[in-house]
């Protein structure tokens, strides 16, 4: 369908200025945390994503665990320190992501002695595959 000549002007017109009328507005926009390229990720046919959170009173800690695929850890508030088996220690504080790789040993442990500490958690695996394995 071919458009009037004043219609096809009216469209272009309001075409180029939408990007200034989206400013006007208030649009909500994702900010990149953390981008990172992971091996390990599960293949099958289906896959479960699973988002949890993890509350840790001060001086909590996990236990000694391995994940089957990688997990992604946000901060939501406090500091949390991940040991990774072979690794230097990671200490992430609120609004700091990490990416645990697979089967690597490791504990998180909120260190403060005051303060509470809150993780949101990302894990996409086969299904029913379990979130960790305690390890010794």
């Keep these: 369908m071919k458009l009037p000549i004043h219609a096809g002007l009216l469209f272009a017109a309001l075409f180029m200025a939408w990007p200034s009328m989206a400013q006007q507005e208030s649009i909500a926009r994702p900010e990149m945390i953390l981008k990172e390229d992971v091996s390990g990720m599960p293949k099958g046919e289906k896959q479960q994503v699973r988002v949890l ?30 040991a990774l088996e072979g690794r230097a220690p990671v200490v992430l504080k609120t609004g ?12 998180g ?28």
């Design 53 to 82: 959170t993890a509350n840790f009173k001060p001086g909590d800690k996990t236990v000694f665990h391995t994940h089957r695929f990688p997990v992604t850890v946000f901060v939501l508030d406090g500091a949390f320190t991940l």
């Design 96 to 107: 700091q992501a990490f990416v645990e790789p697979p089967n690597v040993k490791m504990t």
């Design 109 to 136: 442990y909120n260190r403060s002695s005051t303060e509470p500490l809150r993780v949101l958690i990302f894990y996409v695996s086969d299904p029913e595959t379990p979130f960790l394995d305690p390890t010794q």
